[in-house]
């Protein structure tokens, strides 16, 4: 691509998630003059609101960022010179789809390998943790005098894990515990048939049947609080529920009466319905539930892929060289592109 069609154009990293920033440096010898905003490694979090995000990215043609502050379409009419979003990770649910095509503004995920590998690995660590009450049986506890106690952990052996979305990472859920002599079960309703040994059954079946519920589906209007009160009450007494997907999908509210309650045993959370959740919630100090800060994909190998992998997308919708993972490849029929012809994965 010809200098001149790049030395003015400007971009805004306002979330940086590779902590090396390699790839925004290879930007920038691209001829790309690239702001950069919060990382997202760094304590305490910070992110910016949309007033600041817009004052900061006047005159940018693109924004690169994760999850931590929405794109909404105030967003988008704010910043006349945007045209690409190029996001990281492989959810999308932080950007207004419809407000960027209308716009002519693509936007770009990262359906990165490692972050599937990650995920999976990470929705099994928080049921094993639960499950066998990883955050009672502690050091504290055994420093206290603590040995063993009335406290009893639970096996995967005969239990029924129930995955809801078999996607990738859903599906890649079920192979890992493929040989661990449980039953498996999915709801998904856009699918109609499922790998060897899972059965598709409906939600209200999975939800009555499951010793495990892992939350794998994509944020949707007809996701949003798939588990509430009335699923909760579904549940077994002894059912522990894993969310390594979206907050959106559950409702916390209900989730901490359904814990209050004892209608459920226990939970494992990396996402949370506000992120970062409150220092004070009492989530966190819940002998039946473990919380980790939305780290599922937060590997040192994973993150430098996905600040790669998000680079190369923003390159490809500027300069047109190379292929880029569209999201909205239909604003293109609406886009004011002067500064090449994006390719599409």
């Known amino acids: 691509m010809a200098d001149h069609?790049?030395?003015?154009?400007?971009?805004?990293?306002?979330?940086?998630?590779?902590?090396?920033?390699?790839?925004?440096?290879?930007?920038?010898?691209?001829?790309?003059?690239?702001?950069?905003?919060?990382?997202?490694?760094?304590?305490?979090?910070?992110?910016?609101?949309?007033?600041?995000?817009?004052?900061?990215?006047?005159?940018?043609?693109?924004?690169?960022?994760?999850?931590?502050?929405?794109?909404?379409?105030?967003?988008?009419?704010?910043l006349p010179d945007l045209r690409y979003i190029s996001k990281f990770g492989i959810g999308f649910d932080s950007i207004?789809?419809?407000?960027?095509?209308?716009?002519?503004v693509l936007v770009s995920n990262t359906p990165n390998e490692s972050q599937?590998?990650?995920?999976?690995?990470?929705?099994l660590a928080l049921m094993l943790a639960v499950a066998k009450q990883l955050s009672v049986w502690t050091a504290e506890f055994m420093r206290a005098g603590?040995?063993?106690?009335?406290?009893?952990?639970?096996?995967?052996?005969?239990a029924t894990v129930g995955i809801i979305g078999l996607g990738r990472i859903g599906r890649g859920v079920a192979q890992r515990l493929a040989g661990w002599e449980c039953r498996i079960l999915a709801y998904d309703p856009y699918l109609e048939t499922a790998p060897a040994g899972v059965e598709l059954v409906p939600l209200a079946t999975l939800l009555e049947q499951s010793d495990f519920i892992t939350l794998h589906a994509a944020p949707s209007p007809e996701n949003h609080h798939i588990l509430n009160d009335a699923a909760f009450a579904c549940m077994k007494p002894n059912a522990i529920v894993i969310n390594t997907g979206r907050g959106s999908l559950v409702d916390y509210a209900a989730l901490r009466r359904a814990l209050d309650e004892g209608r459920i045993a226990g939970a494992g959370l990396d996402v949370f319905d506000r992120e970062p959740p409150s220092p004070?919630?009492?989530?966190?100090?819940r002998p039946n539930v473990i919380c980790t800060p939305h780290v599922g994909a937060w590997t040192t190998e994973g993150t430098k892929d996905i600040g790669w992998h998000a680079a190369r997308n923003l390159w490809a919708m500027i300069s047109g060289e190379g292929k880029a993972d569209l999201v909205n490849p239909e604003a293109m029929n609406h886009a004011k592109q002067p500064h090449g012809s994006p390719s599409q994965s």
């Open 116 to 123: 599937i590998f990650t995920v999976c690995e990470h929705a």
């Open 146 to 158: 603590g040995w063993r106690g009335l406290t009893h952990s639970a096996t995967f052996r005969g």
């Open 280 to 285: 004070s919630d009492d989530l966190f100090i």
């Open 5 to 78: 069609m790049t030395n003015t154009l400007k971009i805004m990293a306002f979330e940086r998630y590779d902590p090396t920033d390699t790839s925004l440096d290879w930007l920038e010898a691209q001829g790309v003059q690239v702001l950069r905003g919060n990382a997202l490694w760094e304590m305490p979090f910070k992110r910016f609101s949309e007033d600041e995000l817009i004052a900061r990215a006047e005159g940018c043609v693109a924004l690169m960022g994760a999850s931590g502050t929405r794109i909404s379409r105030r967003v988008i009419e704010a």
């Open 96 to 104: 207004d789809i419809e407000a960027a095509t209308a716009h002519g």
